[in-house]
């Protein structure tokens, strides 16, 4: 597990059904990826997990053999250090 979690929100031509299914092979394929969710008439894949961004968009890139556009990325923090954070700043609290 490499890379901080994050969500990405890609475009991809999604033509047909089997499209989408090789899309989601691909990416449950992946380790990295804890979560996904397909789009097929906005032509978008969102995926969430520990993952580089531009590592996933160019295997997937590869392996559907498609142009992939990255439209989103946005960096989070994870369940732990955020309620680690916030159980610091109430325990000073008077």
């Given amino acids: 597990m490499e890379g901080q979690v994050c969500c990405m929100v ?3 031509n999604l033509d047909c059904n089997s499209c989408c ?3 989601r092979r ?7 990826i804890e979560k996904h969710l397909i789009e097929k008439q ?3 894949v969102s995926i969430c997990g520990r993952f580089k961004p531009s590592d996933v968009a160019i295997k997937l890139r590869k392996k559907m053999n498609r142009r992939v556009e990255i439209l989103e990325i946005e960096e989070l923090t994870t369940h732990y250090e955020a309620q680690h954070e916030h159980s610091i700043i109430n325990h000073y609290k008077y």
């Avoid at 691909?26 to 990295?32: G, P």
Wanted: proline fraction near 0%.
């Fill in 42 to 44: 906005q032509n978008r």
């Fill in 10 to 12: 890609m475009r991809i």
């Fill in 26 to 32: 691909n990416i449950l394929n992946m380790k990295e």
């Fill in 21 to 23: 299914r090789k899309m």
